[in-house]
């Protein structure tokens, strides 16, 4: 019996949305972003050698297709890609009017987002006087921090030192649907920013807020680091998804990295966390063992949290690189019935303007149907791909 393994590479775009005019960075549209060709282009020219060196070397995701669907996406050649395909290939187009994790992985598995999402204006205060009030009566404090747009290290950098005096939390949010609260494990406690980000979370989602996101940091002023205890209380998908599907032809479904977070634990019947790294571990160990029937269903979002929105060009050519020589052992490992599906949830293409996600198409590489040309599709097809190798077709 079939199973499936569905892995997103999470910001890895390939360029050519349709409507990347409609999205901005600051007031730059997203038009003519392209992650992948961007840095490959970076790297081919010496200006990526940080770490590693010379021309971006991915050849297992080139032979599944990667240069293949970057050319077909936005008719960009990425330089030291064009191996001979191995596998199937393909370019995905979303229609969610968004360029966030929920509305790529929802409609990945084959959920279109129904709706307009809520964003914060790029004032301050950026968030309105009831949610900072009722913010301010979880928490137990007399105020927030920051109230504004931010990026993750530079507001520990001016808030952390002033957090860990008042008690009061660091909240703030980006161009993406999100409300973020930043707070010291030791000195404010992870436990109760958790429970802080689940008490706000119905408000903010009734706002049509895709995510409360809970950002613990650890360390000393001038010397204050991120954990991996980050947890997402994103809204539920608003109909079945691909995970449901699979439950309810008796499958059971695995959630790696924030997969559970992402679908609010619907249609999920195990979490594996950890570092990219670890969660590379957590999918070989799934490869190994993973039950007839199964999907494993996993988001890589170092490239996005670590170097995209940093923009760091090197660090992501170095995760790329680590990730495809992973992958490559992942493939060597699995079974003759099985299907592996490499894709991306949206872009972001750390040689652009701003710090947020670009709007781009993203690749549909795939193991375990033979070489063919997918071309052009939906983001929703990616389910029924997997919907359709596991032999549970998708629900009417």
Known sequence: MARAFLLVMDSVGIGGAPDAGSFFNGKIPDT???????????CAHGRANEGRLGPLNIPHLDALGMGAAVQLASGSTAPALGSVLKGAWGVATEVSKGKDTPSGHWELAGQPVPWDW?????????????????????????????????????VLETFGEAHIKTGRPI????????????????????????DLCEGIAPMLHKMKVGRVIARPFVGEVDAFTR???????????PGPVLTDWVQAAGGRVYGVGKIGDIFSMQGIDEVRKGTDAALMGHVMDLVKCAEPG?????NFVEFDSLYGHRRDVSGYARHLEWFDAALGGILGQL???DMLVVTADHGNDP????????????????HGIGPKRLGHMGFVDVAGLVAHHLGIGRPV
């Open 351 to 366: 040689t652009w303007i701003g710090t947020d996600h670009t709007r781009e198409r993203v690749p549909v590489l795939v």
């Open 32 to 42: 003519g972003a392209n992650t992948l060709a961007h840095i490959a282009a970076q």
């Open 227 to 237: 954990t991996t205890n980050r947890r997402d209380f994103a809204m539920a998908p």
């Open 171 to 194: 909240c703030y949010t980006s161009a993406d649907s999100v409300f973020q609260i930043a707070a010291h494990e030791d000195h404010f406690g992870l436990q109760k920013l958790l």
């Open 118 to 154: 809520t964003y914060f204006p790029d004032q301050k205060p950026a968030f309105p006087q009831d949610v900072t009030d009722a913010v301010c009566a979880l928490a137990g404090s007399d105020g927030i921090l920051c109230n504004a747009h931010g990026s993750g290290l530079a």
């Open 294 to 298: 199964s999907l494993t269903f996993a």
């Open 335 to 337: 079974r003759d019935d």
